[in-house]
């Protein structure tokens, strides 16, 4: 079991690990990469799954992103403390077919981390994405939220 901090360099290393190229972002690997990095467990209350994708221009750039989230929960005491997120997120640049996609899936919702892998597996926007599209730029973050 690691602690939280430790998360994000980990996942980092089981995706250099892969071959994954940080310049030249492979989605399917990612996916891929990600998927294995839950196997590692986090010290943590609660350890729960999101993805989601949607287009976006907060930087002036029209972009569509494609988001793996590992939220962490942190309890003092047996009392909630802190929420923690890591991002692993894959920009593409926005096309017509893109533009109006958004949606996301908790693990919540699901009745298994395998339920959950499964059904943003057969999602049309993943499979979608995944199958035609190459990302420009990837980046990994983790912080409290």
């Known amino acids: ?3 939280a901090n430790e998360a994000k ?11 994954f190229n940080f310049d030249s972002p492979n989605p399917k690997l990612a996916w891929k990469t990600f998927k294995e990095f839950f196997n590692t467990k986090v010290d943590c209350a609660d350890d729960a799954l999101l993805f989601q994708c949607g287009g976006y221009d907060f930087t002036g750039e029209n972009l ?33 077919e893109l ?3 958004e949606t996301n899936l908790w693990s919540y919702d699901c009745d298994s981390v395998d339920e959950f892998f499964s059904k943003v597996e057969n999602m049309n926007y993943f499979k979608m994405l995944i199958e035609n599209y190459v990302s420009v730029k990837c ?7």
């Open 139 to 145: 980046e990994v973050k983790q912080g409290e939220i």
């Open 99 to 101: 533009k109006e996609l």
């Open 64 to 96: 569509f992103y494609l988001e793996f989230v590992r939220q962490f929960v942190f309890e003092t005491d047996g009392e909630y403390d802190h929420m923690e997120q890591l991002r692993f997120t894959l920009y593409f640049k926005t096309v017509t």
């Open 1 to 3: 079991m690691i602690n």
């Open 9 to 19: 360099e980990i996942l980092i290393r089981m995706l250099n690990e892969a071959g």
